[in-house]
């Protein structure tokens, strides 16, 4: 989209809300009636994806060749190993990953690692076409303030952010849940939860957003993480939709099937999506809790493709 284009959009969306830039500042109101989006879904399905780590044990070619069979378009968190397969399936690869969401660029002492890592990503999502490279905040550390964090994560983006922007890739920071999940032994389940997570506000994730200013740097609008944190999930998305590069889905409570067991209504929500004109992914990316996680996946993808 070109700049006055971008605008336009902006203004149209927004009507006379503030506009920081030409980004929306945290909680300022916005004027959307809900039937807009109903209107704009129609000609834009959703590219949909899926978060392979999900489906442990199942074998990554198992699951891409259902997923083929199914109509998803990608894939993601898999092994690059895999990736020359999974593209010959005919699949695409939406999300090249870096470094863990543990050791973030909040701590300087990870800064080599995360840096490395992002370009290495950027790298192989040339080489396989796909458009953005995940990254993350890392963990509160003791003896860095929030300030710091916030200037730590930054100088560490911008180093590798022109890289990114030459190769034409996209950089985008997931916002995580940091609520300890417990297993039904009291254990902390891994996956569901991240406490400790620095990044676990959808507005301050915006914010580190803007600061990059870069049409490369968007943020990782995950669904489920920001119904826990933060909720309003749909004036929440349509807020940061022209700085969202990536959706993520799952069912709350319980990182399970977007199934009634669970509480997000995710038809409407795909429609806001569709309705901002994003022509990015959403990565199906819950832990199947039935004896066919296939059909799982396949009630996860109808339900999304409004
Ligand atoms: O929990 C998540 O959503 C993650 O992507 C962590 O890697």
Not at 137 to 161: F, Q
Not at 221 to 243: K, P
Not at 249 to 257: F, I, K, V
Request: charged residues 20%; aromatic residues 6%; glycine residues 8%.
């Amino acid at each position: 989209m070109k700049r006055r284009e971008f605008l336009t959009a902006q203004a149209a969306l927004v009507g006379g809300a503030a506009l920081v830039g030409n980004r929306l500042a945290a909680h300022e109101p916005l004027v959307q009636s809900d039937g807009a989006d109903a209107a704009k879904a129609s000609a834009n399905p959703i590219r949909q994806s899926v978060m392979g780590w999900c489906f442990n044990p199942m074998d990554t070619l198992t699951l891409a060749k259902h997923c083929k069979a199914i109509g998803l378009e990608a894939m993601e968190g898999i092994s690059p190993n895999h990736y020359d397969a999974v593209t010959k399936l005919g699949l695409k690869i939406s999300l090249v990953g870096s470094h863990g969401f543990a050791t973030g660029p909040l701590d300087p002492e990870n800064h080599a690692e995360v840096e490395s890592k992002l370009r290495n990503g950027i790298d192989l999502a040339v080489q396989y076409g796909a458009p953005n490279v995940i990254t993350f905040t890392g963990m509160r550390k003791a003896g860095i303030s929030d300030e710091a964090a916030r200037r730590n994560c930054l100088d560490c983006w911008k180093r590798v952010i022109g890289y990114a922007e030459e190769k034409n890739v996209g950089l985008v920071l997931e916002h995580l849940n940091s609520k300890a999940h417990k297993n039904a032994d009291g254990t902390i389940h891994p996956m569901k939860g991240h406490p400790g997570y620095w990044g676990d506000d959808i507005h301050l994730c915006a914010e580190l957003v803007n600061e990059m200013g870069s049409e490369k740097f968007k943020l990782l609008f995950d669904i489920y993480h920001v119904q826990i944190m933060n909720g309003d999930l749909i004036e929440n998305l349509r807020r940061y939709r022209t700085i969202t590069g990536h959706y993520h889905t799952a069912g709350n409570p319980g990182r399970r099937e977007l199934d009634d067991q669970q509480e997000i209504n995710y038809p409407p929500i795909m429609r806001a999506i569709q309705a901002s004109d994003y022509n990015g992914y959403v990565a199906q990316e819950f832990i199947p809790t039935s004896d066919d996680p296939i059909a799982s996946l396949q009630q996860a993808f109808d339900l999304c493709n409004v």
